[in-house]
T-cell receptor
Framework: DTAVSQTPKYLVTQMGNDKSIKCEQNLGHDTMYWYKQDSKKFLKIMFSYNNKELIINETVPNRFSPKSPDKAHLNLHINSLELGDSAVYFC???????????????FGQGTRLTVV | DAKTTQPTSMDCAEGRAANLPCNHSTISGNEYVYWYRQIHSQGPQYIIHGLKNNETNEMASLIITEDRKSSTLILPHATLRDTAVYYCIVRVATGGSYIPTFGRGTSLIVHP
């Protein structure tokens, strides 16, 4: 069983469209993340949710709206897609926040988004 | 931003030990050092982490200096499949949570 799964794996769409990427984890973790990896391979945190609540939003445009229907899911909806949104988006999860540092993050295989 | 410094790239012969250094001179007393790697086109993969003692698991060993200002990840017998970008990160506290924050990492190439 895949621990952190994302769908779709590839997404090609036109500018101005709205799209969603889904993420599910079956690890029982309470914290989930979205990262963006651009063409220069820099992996940057976008959002973090703990127990369905947003705890981190790293100055991401409000066209990006994460939604967490439950602890096991963190979906990413993107409105009015732009060329610069083309990147690989990774979902991740881990257990615990705050003082509990000794927990590793598990990553999905990524969604390659291409905006044309 | 990640509070670590790593060489941009390294190479290693297959079967040899790969020693990947990382400087984290501003690390706080309660911050852990984590290592992840990213094989081409895949999601980052956790390798190992430590606080101040040396650690070993089935993938690698982590050697942390006594002053905790640097560490070395050791892949004892590198294989071609270990070719990847290796990230040394310190768990950074942001808004009460500890978020894995990645720098540029070290691109390790294992050659035959």
């Amino acid at each position: 069983d895949t621990a952190v799964s994302q769908t779709p794996k590839y997404l090609v769409t036109q500018m101005g469209n709205d799209k969603s990427i889904k993420c599910e984890q079956n690890l029982g973790h309470d914290t989930m993340y979205w990262y963006k990896q651009d063409s220069k391979k820099f992996l940057k945190i976008m959002f973090s949710y703990n127990n369905k609540e947003l705890i981190i939003n790293e100055t991401v445009p409000n066209r990006f709206s994460p939604k967490s229907p439950d602890k096991a899911h963190l979906n990413l909806h993107i409105n009015s897609l732009e060329l610069g949104d083309s990147a690989v988006y990774f979902c991740a999860s881990s257990q615990g926040i705050g003082g509990r540092q000794n927990t590793e993050a598990f990553f999905g295989q990524g969604t390659r988004l291409t905006v044309v | 931003d990640a509070k670590t410094t790593q060489p941009t790239s390294m190479d290693c012969a297959e079967g040899r030990a790969a020693n990947l250094p990382c400087n984290h001179s501003t690390i706080s007393g309660n911050e852990y050092v984590y290592w992840y790697r990213q094989i081409h086109s895949q999601g980052p993969q956790y390798i190992i982490h430590g606080l101040k003692n040396n650690e070993t698991n089935e993938m690698a060993s982590l050697i942390i200096t006594e002053d905790r200002k640097s560490s070395t990840l050791i892949l004892p017998h590198a294989t071609l499949r270990d070719t990847a970008v290796y990230y040394c990160i310190v768990r950074v506290a942001t808004g009460g949570s500890y978020i894995p924050t990645f720098g540029r990492g070290t691109s390790l190439i294992v050659h035959p």
